[in-house]
């Protein structure tokens, strides 16, 4: 699943150099003695991820990941630090003997995170629907929680925003659809580029004319299943925070809930399949929402602007994810593949009309 902030590239180095610049960077951290458990299972990070162990404790030696365009990581060090001490179950990151979070050896950066157990995400797992009223419940948590924080606002360049990133998006799928050599799927993707630049104008001018009821405060930024971990109680780890930001809430409601009841997860599977033949399993979405709700109800008439923040996030979420493979796969189209990217398509371009037909129903949920 892509990211629409920037990624380190993966490590290329040899084996040899690897173990040497390791275990400098351990050093750096203080410790003389460590175990390498080898890579995270199941990492979805493209940067060196790996499980190390030291005096009986694990803990996760990571390249540090970027945001958006190598900006500076310290309100995330910070907004990680404050949503810890109010609760929630953000990953420690261990220090160095000077107090710094990160260490550098030329143009690599490396931080050591807290390891804490807990399982994937399963749309399969017998447990899945609890899971996603708890994904419900604990993103509340940190909207309310962040309401409260008194730190620098964080906000991200005019060209990074919303309205400015939907655009790119479709401007990437036309050029797509120009590339792709397969008659039939260059046309469906032209449609649903079509379909959604028809409804967003609309979406845009609703979103703008209620911009004073909806609450804005910094925001997880990427929360969606890969960066939780679960238990049969419910979240035991929050991560992934790398694309914080002070942001509309409805925005990251809106894509929370379109991971959680529109796409199917299952661990070690890197393409994250739509759920249902149309739109959204309603059955997730309304657990998702009212355990949100019960903990940060919506303001008055800001339930009712949901469909039109779907509206925005749909088409980038739907491109990094269900169309992942189409999008970013170095190769040619699988011929055996095309029937497949056909029916996510077909899914795909479904979704405009389908939130036309739930708009009204949608904001009941969210209560």
Not at 24 to 34: C, N, R
Request: aromatic share 10%.
């Amino acid at each position: 699943m892509h990211e629409f902030f920037n990624e380190l590239p993966g490590d290329e180095s040899n084996e040899q150099g690897d173990l040497l610049d390791l275990n400098e960077v351990m050093q750096a951290f203080g410790i003389a003695e460590w175990t390498n458990l080898g890579a995270v299972e199941s990492s979805h990070a493209e940067n060196l991820s790996l499980l190390v162990e030291v005096q009986g404790q694990r803990y996760v030696l990571r390249e540090r990941p970027e945001g958006l365009m190598g900006e500076d990581p310290q309100h995330r060090y910070a907004f990680q630090r404050y949503l810890r001490q109010a609760g929630i179950p953000v990953p420690v990151l261990c220090s160095t003997p000077q107090g710094e979070l990160v260490v550098t050896f030329g143009e690599d950066s490396f931080e050591l995170q807290e390891w804490i157990e807990g399982e994937h995400f399963s749309t399969a797992d017998r447990r899945s629907l609890a899971w996603v009223e708890s994904a419900g419940t604990m993103l509340g948590r940190i909207h309310q929680t962040s309401q409260r924080y008194r730190g620098p606002q964080h906000i991200w360049p005019a060209e990074a925003h919303m309205g400015a990133v939907v655009q790119s998006y479709l401007e990437l799928a036309r050029s797509k659809a120009d590339e792709v050599s397969v008659l039939a799927v260059s046309s469906a993707l032209a449609n649903w580029a079509d379909q959604w630049e028809a409804v967003l104008p609309a979406a845009m001018m609703s979103l703008g004319a209620g911009k004073n009821a909806l609450p804005e405060f910094h925001i997880h930024g990427d929360y969606h299943a890969l960066n939780l971990r679960f238990d049969d109680t419910g979240i035991t780890a929050v991560m992934g925070m790398e694309a914080s930001r002070w942001e509309k809430r409805i925005f990251e409601v809106a894509y929370a809930l379109f991971y959680f009841s529109a796409l199917q997860w299952h661990p070690g599977e890197s393409l994250t399949r739509p759920l249902v033949k149309r739109g959204f399993d309603p059955e997730r979405a309304h657990h998702f929402l009212h355990a949100y709700a019960e903990i940060y109800p919506p303001l008055p008439g800001e339930a009712a602007l949901l469909s039109d923040a779907l509206s925005l996030i749909a088409p980038i979420a739907t491109i990094n994810g269900p169309l992942e493979d189409l999008f970013y796969a170095q190769q040619e189209l699988d011929e055996a593949l095309i029937e497949d990217v056909m029916e996510r398509l077909s899914w795909a371009a479904s979704l405009p009309a389908w939130l036309v037909r739930v708009r009204r129903s949608l904001p009941d949920m969210w209560v």
